[in-house]
Protein backbone atom coordinates (compact mmCIF):
# COMPACT_ATOMS: atom_id res chain seq x y z
CA UNK A 1 0.00 0.00 0.00
CA UNK A 2 0.98 3.09 -0.83
CA UNK A 3 1.54 6.28 1.50
CA UNK A 4 -0.77 8.21 -0.64
CA UNK A 5 -3.39 5.44 -0.08
CA UNK A 6 -2.73 5.45 3.48
CA UNK A 7 -3.61 9.14 3.78
CA UNK A 8 -6.28 8.53 1.56
CA UNK A 9 -8.05 5.62 3.72
CA UNK A 10 -7.28 8.01 6.63
CA UNK A 11 -9.60 10.51 5.32
CA UNK A 12 -12.47 7.95 4.35
CA UNK A 13 -12.44 8.81 0.96
CA UNK A 14 -10.62 7.75 -2.27
CA UNK A 15 -8.34 9.88 -3.82
CA UNK A 16 -9.03 12.26 -6.65
CA UNK A 17 -7.33 12.69 -9.35
CA UNK A 18 -6.32 16.21 -9.60
CA UNK A 19 -6.43 17.96 -13.32
CA UNK A 20 -5.80 21.45 -14.45
CA UNK A 21 -6.91 24.22 -12.03
CA UNK A 22 -9.40 27.27 -13.20
CA UNK A 23 -8.11 28.57 -16.55
CA UNK A 24 -7.66 32.68 -16.72
CA UNK A 25 -8.69 33.08 -20.14
CA UNK A 26 -11.99 32.37 -21.53
CA UNK A 27 -12.45 29.45 -24.58
CA UNK A 28 -11.47 30.96 -27.55
CA UNK A 29 -12.58 28.38 -30.19
CA UNK A 30 -15.72 29.81 -31.17
CA UNK A 31 -17.13 26.57 -33.53
CA UNK A 32 -17.16 25.14 -29.37
CA UNK A 33 -18.38 28.43 -27.61
CA UNK A 34 -19.80 31.31 -29.96
CA UNK A 35 -19.47 33.43 -26.99
CA UNK A 36 -16.48 32.53 -25.00
CA UNK A 37 -18.84 30.52 -21.83
CA UNK A 38 -17.88 27.36 -20.95
CA UNK A 39 -19.55 24.98 -23.31
CA UNK A 40 -20.96 21.35 -23.11
CA UNK A 41 -22.05 18.46 -24.85
CA UNK A 42 -23.97 15.41 -23.98
CA UNK A 43 -25.92 12.15 -24.71
CA UNK A 44 -27.61 9.23 -22.59
CA UNK A 45 -27.76 6.16 -24.83
CA UNK A 46 -31.37 4.72 -23.72
CA UNK A 47 -31.60 0.45 -24.19
CA UNK A 48 -32.79 0.10 -27.64
CA UNK A 49 -29.52 1.82 -28.71
CA UNK A 50 -27.27 -0.15 -26.28
CA UNK A 51 -29.11 -3.42 -27.77
CA UNK A 52 -28.22 -2.73 -31.32
CA UNK A 53 -24.66 -1.81 -30.48
CA UNK A 54 -23.14 -4.62 -28.54
CA UNK A 55 -19.69 -3.62 -29.44
CA UNK A 56 -20.48 -0.03 -27.71
CA UNK A 57 -19.62 -0.06 -24.36
CA UNK A 58 -20.50 3.60 -23.42
CA UNK A 59 -23.69 4.47 -21.75
CA UNK A 60 -22.86 8.29 -21.30
CA UNK A 61 -21.01 10.88 -22.55
CA UNK A 62 -20.49 14.39 -22.23
CA UNK A 63 -17.50 16.60 -23.47
CA UNK A 64 -16.74 20.00 -21.80
CA UNK A 65 -15.22 22.76 -23.06
CA UNK A 66 -13.98 25.81 -21.17
CA UNK A 67 -12.44 25.70 -17.39
CA UNK A 68 -11.52 22.38 -15.60
CA UNK A 69 -14.79 21.09 -13.98
CA UNK A 70 -12.78 18.42 -12.23
CA UNK A 71 -10.54 20.25 -9.91
CA UNK A 72 -11.72 21.79 -6.29
CA UNK A 73 -9.84 23.29 -3.72
CA UNK A 74 -6.66 21.25 -3.14
CA UNK A 75 -3.34 21.68 -1.08
CA UNK A 76 -1.50 22.19 -4.22
CA UNK A 77 -0.46 26.39 -4.33
CA UNK A 78 -2.48 28.10 -6.86
CA UNK A 79 1.21 30.03 -8.28
CA UNK A 80 1.90 26.30 -9.32
CA UNK A 81 -1.52 25.79 -11.32
CA UNK A 82 -1.83 23.90 -14.40
CA UNK A 83 -4.27 26.22 -16.74
CA UNK A 84 -3.37 24.67 -20.14
CA UNK A 85 -6.52 22.22 -20.49
CA UNK A 86 -9.62 23.57 -22.03
CA UNK A 87 -11.06 20.30 -23.07
CA UNK A 88 -12.45 17.68 -20.44
CA UNK A 89 -13.96 14.26 -21.57
CA UNK A 90 -16.16 11.52 -19.15
CA UNK A 91 -17.88 8.66 -20.06
CA UNK A 92 -19.44 6.24 -18.34
CA UNK A 93 -19.59 2.61 -19.25
CA UNK A 94 -22.41 -0.07 -19.23
CA UNK A 95 -22.88 -1.32 -15.65
CA UNK A 96 -20.02 0.59 -13.91
CA UNK A 97 -21.42 3.28 -11.26
CA UNK A 98 -19.24 6.06 -12.21
CA UNK A 99 -17.56 7.91 -14.81
CA UNK A 100 -14.24 8.13 -16.12
CA UNK A 101 -12.48 11.01 -17.63
CA UNK A 102 -9.71 12.71 -19.69
CA UNK A 103 -8.35 15.99 -20.38
CA UNK A 104 -6.23 17.45 -23.11
CA UNK A 105 -5.49 20.60 -24.71
CA UNK A 106 -8.04 21.46 -28.19
CA UNK A 107 -6.67 23.70 -30.67
CA UNK A 108 -7.02 24.31 -34.66
CA UNK A 109 -5.02 21.84 -36.29
CA UNK A 110 -4.62 24.53 -39.10
CA UNK A 111 -4.96 27.44 -37.31
CA UNK A 112 -4.57 29.81 -40.16
CA UNK A 113 -7.53 27.39 -41.84
CA UNK A 114 -10.92 28.52 -40.10
CA UNK A 115 -12.18 25.44 -42.17
CA UNK A 116 -9.89 23.47 -40.01
CA UNK A 117 -10.56 20.27 -37.83
CA UNK A 118 -10.50 20.41 -34.31
CA UNK A 119 -7.97 18.59 -32.35
CA UNK A 120 -7.44 17.74 -28.52
CA UNK A 121 -4.48 16.35 -27.35
CA UNK A 122 -3.57 14.86 -24.12
CA UNK A 123 0.34 13.82 -22.69
CA UNK A 124 2.68 12.09 -23.77
CA UNK A 125 1.58 12.79 -27.44
CA UNK A 126 -1.07 10.95 -27.60
CA UNK A 127 -4.82 12.44 -28.49
CA UNK A 128 -8.23 12.32 -26.65
CA UNK A 129 -10.32 13.49 -29.66
CA UNK A 130 -11.18 15.15 -33.03
CA UNK A 131 -14.30 17.56 -32.62
CA UNK A 132 -16.31 19.41 -35.26
CA UNK A 133 -19.48 20.92 -34.61
CA UNK A 134 -22.26 19.84 -37.50
CA UNK A 135 -25.31 21.92 -39.07
CA UNK A 136 -27.57 21.50 -36.23
CA UNK A 137 -24.90 22.16 -33.30
CA UNK A 138 -24.12 18.72 -32.52
CA UNK A 139 -20.68 17.71 -31.47
CA UNK A 140 -18.75 15.35 -33.53
CA UNK A 141 -16.71 13.12 -31.16
CA UNK A 142 -14.26 11.01 -33.14
CA UNK A 143 -10.61 9.43 -33.20
CA UNK A 144 -11.20 8.08 -29.21
CA UNK A 145 -8.85 5.77 -28.80
CA UNK A 146 -9.66 2.51 -26.69
CA UNK A 147 -7.38 3.34 -24.17
CA UNK A 148 -8.10 6.80 -23.54
CA UNK A 149 -7.69 6.30 -19.75
CA UNK A 150 -5.18 3.49 -19.64
CA UNK A 151 -1.48 4.51 -19.19
CA UNK A 152 0.70 4.86 -22.81
CA UNK A 153 2.17 1.00 -23.22
CA UNK A 154 -1.26 -0.37 -21.00
CA UNK A 155 -1.69 -3.51 -23.96
CA UNK A 156 1.67 -4.58 -23.50
CA UNK A 157 1.58 -4.30 -19.38
CA UNK A 158 -1.76 -5.70 -18.94
CA UNK A 159 -1.96 -8.64 -21.41
CA UNK A 160 -4.50 -8.64 -24.32
CA UNK A 161 -7.66 -10.46 -22.15
CA UNK A 162 -7.12 -7.57 -18.99
CA UNK A 163 -6.53 -4.46 -21.77
CA UNK A 164 -9.54 -5.54 -23.84
CA UNK A 165 -11.50 -5.52 -20.40
CA UNK A 166 -9.98 -2.12 -19.67
CA UNK A 167 -10.54 -0.39 -22.72
CA UNK A 168 -13.24 0.98 -24.72
CA UNK A 169 -15.13 -0.89 -26.98
CA UNK A 170 -15.10 -0.98 -30.79
CA UNK A 171 -18.05 0.95 -31.44
CA UNK A 172 -16.95 3.17 -29.46
CA UNK A 173 -16.14 6.24 -31.57
CA UNK A 174 -17.84 9.08 -33.22
CA UNK A 175 -20.26 10.22 -30.71
CA UNK A 176 -22.85 12.84 -32.10
CA UNK A 177 -23.13 14.62 -28.72
CA UNK A 178 -26.30 17.23 -27.99
CA UNK A 179 -25.31 20.97 -26.66
CA UNK A 180 -26.65 21.45 -22.90
CA UNK A 181 -26.03 23.89 -20.41
CA UNK A 182 -22.50 23.72 -18.54
CA UNK A 183 -24.40 23.08 -15.23
CA UNK A 184 -24.94 19.56 -16.73
CA UNK A 185 -21.55 18.83 -17.67
CA UNK A 186 -20.17 19.73 -14.25
CA UNK A 187 -23.46 17.86 -12.18
CA UNK A 188 -21.76 14.62 -14.56
CA UNK A 189 -17.62 15.10 -13.65
CA UNK A 190 -19.06 15.88 -10.33
CA UNK A 191 -20.02 12.50 -9.54
CA UNK A 192 -16.80 11.05 -10.05
CA UNK A 193 -15.92 11.67 -6.78
CA UNK A 194 -18.24 13.24 -5.45
CA UNK A 195 -17.10 16.54 -2.35
CA UNK A 196 -17.74 15.40 1.23
CA UNK A 197 -19.02 18.65 2.79
CA UNK A 198 -18.11 17.57 6.03
CA UNK A 199 -14.15 18.59 4.82
CA UNK A 200 -14.52 22.22 4.32
CA UNK A 201 -11.81 23.98 3.33
CA UNK A 202 -8.13 22.54 2.69
CA UNK A 203 -5.33 23.12 4.96
CA UNK A 204 -3.87 25.55 2.89
CA UNK A 205 -6.91 28.03 3.63
CA UNK A 206 -7.64 27.20 6.86
CA UNK A 207 -4.19 27.39 8.11
CA UNK A 208 -2.53 30.41 7.68
CA UNK A 209 0.77 31.08 6.59
CA UNK A 210 1.76 33.87 9.43
CA UNK A 211 -0.23 32.23 12.27
CA UNK A 212 0.68 29.12 14.56
CA UNK A 213 -2.01 26.07 15.06
CA UNK A 214 -1.99 23.52 17.13
CA UNK A 215 -3.91 20.06 16.95
CA UNK A 216 -3.24 16.94 18.82
CA UNK A 217 -5.14 14.11 20.41
CA UNK A 218 -4.46 12.48 24.65
CA UNK A 219 -5.24 8.71 23.83
CA UNK A 220 -7.54 7.46 27.20
CA UNK A 221 -6.34 4.58 29.05
CA UNK A 222 -9.85 2.56 27.50
CA UNK A 223 -8.75 3.43 23.67
CA UNK A 224 -4.78 2.38 24.60
CA UNK A 225 -6.11 -1.21 26.38
CA UNK A 226 -8.45 -1.46 22.73
CA UNK A 227 -5.38 -0.91 20.31
CA UNK A 228 -2.56 -2.88 22.42
CA UNK A 229 -0.44 -2.32 19.30
CA UNK A 230 -0.64 1.61 19.20
CA UNK A 231 2.54 3.12 21.26
CA UNK A 232 1.47 6.77 21.30
CA UNK A 233 0.09 7.93 24.16
CA UNK A 234 -0.19 11.48 23.23
CA UNK A 235 0.63 13.73 19.76
CA UNK A 236 0.89 17.33 19.38
CA UNK A 237 1.63 19.00 15.57
CA UNK A 238 1.93 22.51 15.52
CA UNK A 239 3.11 25.86 14.07
CA UNK A 240 4.86 28.18 16.88
CA UNK A 241 7.12 30.75 17.22
CA UNK A 242 9.99 29.02 15.48
CA UNK A 243 8.36 28.00 12.60
CA UNK A 244 6.72 30.90 12.04
CA UNK A 245 9.99 32.64 12.09
CA UNK A 246 11.53 30.22 9.75
CA UNK A 247 8.87 30.91 7.25
CA UNK A 248 8.74 34.84 7.44
CA UNK A 249 12.29 34.63 6.79
CA UNK A 250 12.56 32.04 3.70
CA UNK A 251 9.23 31.08 2.68
CA UNK A 252 7.15 32.57 -0.42
CA UNK A 253 3.19 33.51 0.80
CA UNK A 254 2.55 33.29 -3.13
CA UNK A 255 3.23 29.20 -2.36
CA UNK A 256 2.16 28.24 0.63
CA UNK A 257 2.17 25.64 2.05
CA UNK A 258 5.77 25.03 0.42
CA UNK A 259 8.34 25.47 1.95
CA UNK A 260 6.19 25.10 5.53
CA UNK A 261 7.95 23.89 8.65
CA UNK A 262 5.94 22.06 11.28
CA UNK A 263 6.75 20.08 14.67
CA UNK A 264 5.18 16.72 15.85
CA UNK A 265 5.63 16.03 19.54
CA UNK A 266 4.49 12.09 20.35
CA UNK A 267 4.90 10.96 24.35
CA UNK A 268 4.58 7.19 23.81
CA UNK A 269 3.76 4.27 26.70
CA UNK A 270 7.03 4.11 27.39
CA UNK A 271 8.65 7.23 27.24
CA UNK A 272 7.95 9.34 29.81
CA UNK A 273 9.13 13.14 28.62
CA UNK A 274 8.03 13.89 24.82
CA UNK A 275 9.81 13.65 21.89
CA UNK A 276 9.93 16.31 18.96
CA UNK A 277 10.71 16.28 15.38
CA UNK A 278 10.44 19.04 12.44
CA UNK A 279 8.85 18.10 9.39
CA UNK A 280 9.18 20.50 6.10
CA UNK A 281 6.07 20.35 3.96
CA UNK A 282 4.37 20.72 0.39
CA UNK A 283 1.14 20.72 -1.38
CA UNK A 284 0.75 17.14 -3.44
CA UNK A 285 -2.76 17.26 -4.51
CA UNK A 286 -5.35 17.07 -1.63
CA UNK A 287 -2.63 16.53 1.05
CA UNK A 288 0.62 17.81 3.04
CA UNK A 289 3.79 15.74 2.31
CA UNK A 290 6.07 16.78 4.92
CA UNK A 291 9.94 15.26 5.14
CA UNK A 292 11.88 14.76 8.40
CA UNK A 293 14.26 17.80 8.57
CA UNK A 294 16.89 18.35 11.06
CA UNK A 295 15.61 21.63 12.66
CA UNK A 296 14.44 21.17 16.41
CA UNK A 297 15.55 17.20 15.93
CA UNK A 298 16.30 14.69 18.42
CA UNK A 299 18.24 12.89 15.98
CA UNK A 300 21.33 13.62 13.86
CA UNK A 301 21.07 11.18 10.92
CA UNK A 302 19.77 11.64 7.30
CA UNK A 303 15.74 11.48 7.96
CA UNK A 304 14.87 13.30 5.03
CA UNK A 305 13.03 10.33 3.71
CA UNK A 306 11.36 10.03 6.28
CA UNK A 307 7.98 11.72 5.76
CA UNK A 308 4.38 12.50 7.00
CA UNK A 309 0.84 13.10 5.39
CA UNK A 310 -1.48 15.67 6.35
CA UNK A 311 -5.00 15.91 5.31
CA UNK A 312 -7.87 17.63 5.98
CA UNK A 313 -10.37 15.51 8.23
CA UNK A 314 -14.49 15.92 8.60
CA UNK A 315 -15.14 18.89 10.98
CA UNK A 316 -12.42 20.87 11.75
CA UNK A 317 -10.27 17.29 12.33
CA UNK A 318 -6.63 16.91 10.76
CA UNK A 319 -5.86 13.63 9.20
CA UNK A 320 -2.01 12.30 9.85
CA UNK A 321 -0.74 9.50 8.39
CA UNK A 322 2.86 7.76 9.35
CA UNK A 323 2.81 4.82 6.56
CA UNK A 324 6.77 4.68 6.86
CA UNK A 325 7.94 4.84 10.23
CA UNK A 326 8.02 8.56 10.64
CA UNK A 327 7.20 9.46 14.36
CA UNK A 328 9.37 10.35 16.42
CA UNK A 329 7.92 6.87 18.26
CA UNK A 330 11.48 4.93 17.70
CA UNK A 331 14.82 6.65 17.03
CA UNK A 332 14.41 7.27 13.84
CA UNK A 333 17.92 6.62 12.91
CA UNK A 334 17.64 2.83 14.31
CA UNK A 335 16.96 0.10 12.46
CA UNK A 336 13.67 -0.39 13.74
CA UNK A 337 12.37 2.79 11.66
CA UNK A 338 13.28 1.39 8.45
CA UNK A 339 10.66 -0.13 6.30
CA UNK A 340 6.73 0.36 6.88
CA UNK A 341 5.54 1.25 10.80
CA UNK A 342 4.17 -2.31 12.23
CA UNK A 343 2.01 -0.90 14.79
CA UNK A 344 -0.86 0.94 15.38
CA UNK A 345 0.46 4.31 14.74
CA UNK A 346 -0.30 5.29 11.17
CA UNK A 347 -3.15 6.61 11.07
CA UNK A 348 -4.21 9.56 13.90
CA UNK A 349 -7.52 12.23 13.75
CA UNK A 350 -6.52 15.42 15.76
CA UNK A 351 -8.57 17.80 16.91
CA UNK A 352 -8.02 21.52 16.54
CA UNK A 353 -6.43 22.52 20.11
CA UNK A 354 -5.25 25.92 21.91
CA UNK A 355 -2.14 26.98 21.35
CA UNK A 356 -1.01 26.62 25.09
CA UNK A 357 -1.16 22.68 24.41
CA UNK A 358 1.36 22.89 22.15
CA UNK A 359 3.73 24.84 24.14
CA UNK A 360 7.68 23.04 25.04
Known sequence: MTSRMVVAIAAGAALFRVGAALADDAPKLPELSPNGADACFGRVYDAAHLKAHPKQKVARIFFFYGHDPVSRPNEEPMANADTSYNGFLTTTVRGAKKPEWAAG??????????????????????????????????????????????????????????????????????????????????????????????????????????????YGRDYDAAHLASHPDQVTQSIRVFRGPVELASFAAGGDVANWPDGADIAVSVTTRQKSGKVTQTYACQGEADQWRCSASSKMSDFSCDISQKEIFLKRGANGTMMLANPNSALAIVDLCSKAAEGKTTSDDKVYRLNPMPQSACSP
Open 105 to 214: WCNKEDPSDKASGIRCGMECDRTLASLKVDDKGRLIVSNVQPDVYLDAGAEEDLGTAQYNKQALGSEDDNFRLDPMPAATCKAEFARIDPIDPALGAPLRERLKPDQPFC
